[in-house]
């Protein structure tokens, strides 16, 4: 009817879960994106190279996981390095070592107890896939090519990063840089 204000729905409550990773610097991502494009299964690689630091976050946390990660990302630049390759079964990945960044997230996985998904729960091995859902003598194979060249380096960790999973290619939400 002319004249009448128009209802407007209330918005609903974002239900996608929330994914924490670090994100890597200019170099070393070109580097393990590379690795990633090379070796994943191409209708299956929705994403590019991560290390997670949370696989699921309620989003009711946003603003609180948001603050954290601001604040995390006041701290110095974390020291990291790829320090071997990894057999998934059935793939491959990188392992990272960080004890600054396994500060980090422990502070979070702390903040987060309550709510953390018994993947987040158990701990944390960080590495990046490169390799994922193929037949385990593919994955041996690459394992064994990876490691036979495989030398131990410094990665840089620019910042953290929050996303939204909506059943594909991750959604950013926040990104926090390092300051130094």
């Not at 630049?77 to 392992?95: D, S, Y």
């Not at 490691?147 to 960790?157: A, P, T």
């Amino acid at each position: 009817m002319p004249g009448l204000p128009r209802l407007r729905r209330p918005a609903l409550p974002d239900t996608a879960p929330l994914i924490v990773s670090a994100l890597f610097g200019a170099a070393d991502f070109a580097w393990l994106d590379g690795l990633r494009r090379a070796h994943f299964p191409p209708e299956r690689n929705q994403l590019s190279a991560h290390l997670t630091l949370f696989h699921h976050l309620p989003p009711s946390v946003e603003e609180e996981l948001k603050h954290r990660l601001s604040e995390a990302a006041r701290r110095p630049r974390p020291k990291a390095e790829a320090i071997g390759v990894m057999n998934l079964g059935r793939g491959v990945a990188i392992r990272i070592s960080s004890p600054d960044l396994s500060a980090i997230r422990e502070d979070l996985a702390q903040a987060f107890a309550s709510l953390l998904t018994p993947q987040d729960a158990v701990g944390w091995r960080p590495h990046v896939t490169i390799q994922n859902k193929v037949g385990a003598p593919e994955a041996k194979a690459l394992h064994a090519a990876l490691e036979s060249g495989f030398r131990q380096c410094f990665v840089q960790i620019d910042g953290l990063a929050a996303w939204r999973y909506r059943g594909g290619p991750w959604e950013p939400l926040s990104r926090h840089m390092f300051r130094g």
